[in-house]
């Protein structure tokens, strides 16, 4: 079945580091990918998606590329925020009919520090 | 815009109580579903519905129930709770199952 594999957290910045959050995945055919944020007592956000290899979502200074061919779809940003202190999801929705509910990854808590 | 609604955000119950968790969208959605959080394991789907009238079964619907019998509502059924239903509940919406989708703020429920 469809999986999703993230980096274990969590991870701490200091403000305006780089970020990355690595994500990969396991499906059939090409599913549509996506990053949900949720920020503490909330709910998921949607972040960004992609639903063609080779697209970048982007968002908030956020950006992912859906890469085919290693099966990832990591998330990046070039100068963290505390603001941008989360938990971070990585999700796949399967490309075949009857399949399209969406497949979480554990999540990737993320600490950014003044 | 009030997008959706759970209710209670805090819920504690004893082994083998029944309760009712409530989930309400008031954006026309036809695709609704309940989501329960467990540290290191993510999002799992419990059950969702295309629509009203119509329900189907999740990665781990045992011990829940659900009906959709108006657009609007989907409430989640804990027939008899278990200590391993200890978790965060999400309601989620979306126009389509290919939709982006709407999450509530959740709802923390513990069982003893």
């Known amino acids: 079945g469809d999986s999703v594999t993230q980096m274990e957290g969590p991870v701490t910045l200091s403000e305006e580091a780089f970020l990355t959050i690595n994500c990969t995945y396991t499906?059939?055919?090409?599913?549509?990918l996506f990053w949900y944020v949720q920020y503490p007592g909330e709910g998921l956000q949607l972040l960004l998606k992609a639903t063609k290899a080779d697209d970048k979502g982007s968002n908030k200074g956020f950006e992912a590329t859906y890469r085919k061919e290693t099966t990832s779809f990591h998330l990046e940003k070039g100068s963290v925020q505390v603001s941008d202190s989360a938990v971070y999801f990585c999700a796949l929705r399967g490309a075949n009919f009857g399949n399209e509910k969406l497949t979480f990854g554990t999540g990737t808590r993320l600490t950014i520090i003044p | 815009n009030a997008g959706v609604t759970q209710t209670p955000k805090f819920q504690v119950l004893k082994t083998g109580q029944s309760m009712t968790l409530q989930c309400a969208q008031d954006m026309n959605h036809e695709y609704m579903s309940w989501y329960r959080q467990d540290p290191g394991m993510g999002l799992r789907l419990i059950h969702y519905?295309?629509?009203?009238?119509?329900?189907d079964q999740g990665e781990v619907p045992n011990g829940y129930n659900v009906s959709r019998s108006t657009t609007e509502d989907f409430p989640l059924r804990l027939l008899s709770a278990a200590p391993s239903q200890t978790s965060v509940y999400f309601c989620?919406?979306?126009?389509?199952?290919?939709?982006?989708?709407?999450f509530g703020s959740g709802t923390q429920l513990s069982v003893l």
């Open positions: 989620a919406s979306s126009r389509g199952t290919n939709e982006k989708l709407f």
């Open positions: 499906a059939t055919g090409y599913p549509s």
């Open positions: 519905s295309v629509g009203a009238g119509i329900t």
